[in-house]
């Protein structure tokens, strides 16, 4: 852009902030953009709207007309004006909607897998495997009754899908499991040196069961 030379490779950023950047940073340019890296994809999909992605196509200078027309465009960049940029997703729980997936702008997707291609899961052999069917308003009690009667181990990991019901089911074990079991927490709001403290805790046996969200995976 005229008047204004980058000294940047690489951006490290949410979406939201790089649609802030587009729409109000002076001079902020994305028209030489070669690579879009989308960690955690499947969760990317899920909590935001994919207008932030129109939104990058435009400020890359990827109009309507050449979206509509994806496929010659790709095979004439030599000849073109315009460079797209190669989009690279990584996930472990990536859904193969192909109506989902559509959202994301693909042009030909390829996947790479680091499952055993012998197998398309591949389990720890000391790893065993049980579920319970169950309606979401007993979870908890089911899950105490679990802790006290059959789980049998001194460190517990319980993973489940927000803050929110870390927080909640944090508070409800607290009050059904007996005082000697200690109950402990971590979620993305809290800070690496206190995730540290209770990573340790929990491996030197002074805190007993973990709640946490996706952050520890």
């Not at 204004?4 to 002076?26: M, N």
Request: charged share 20%; glycine share 2%.
């Amino acid at each position: 852009m005229e008047g204004w030379i980058s000294s940047i490779d690489i951006v490290v950023c949410t979406p939201g902030r790089l649609v802030e950047h587009i729409s109000r940073t002076p001079g902020f340019s994305l028209t030489h953009l070669r690579y879009l890296v989308i960690d955690e994809a499947d969760r990317i999909i899920d909590e935001f709207k994919q207008d932030w992605l129109t939104i990058l196509d435009n400020a890359v200078g990827l109009s309507n007309q050449i979206k509509n027309d994806f496929q010659p465009y790709m095979l004439s960049q030599s000849s073109s004006h315009h460079q797209t940029y190669q989009k690279l997703l990584f996930s472990a729980t990536l859904t193969h909607n192909p109506e989902i997936l559509q959202q994301l702008n693909l042009f030909r997707p390829i996947l790479f897998s680091s499952l055993s291609s012998s197998s398309s899961i591949t389990m720890p052999s000391t790893l065993r495997e049980n579920f319970i069917v169950c309606s979401i308003t007993y979870k908890p009690l089911i899950i105490a009754y679990l802790i006290q009667n059959q789980l049998h181990s001194e460190k517990i990991m319980i993973f489940v899908h927000s803050k929110k019901d870390v927080d909640r089911l944090n508070s409800l074990l607290k009050l059904l499991l007996p005082d000697e079991i200690k109950v402990s927490q971590i979620s993305r709001n809290l800070p690496s040196n206190k995730i540290q403290t209770r990573l340790n805790m929990f491996e030197n046996g002074q805190i007993q069961i973990i709640v946490c969200s996706d952050i520890l995976a």
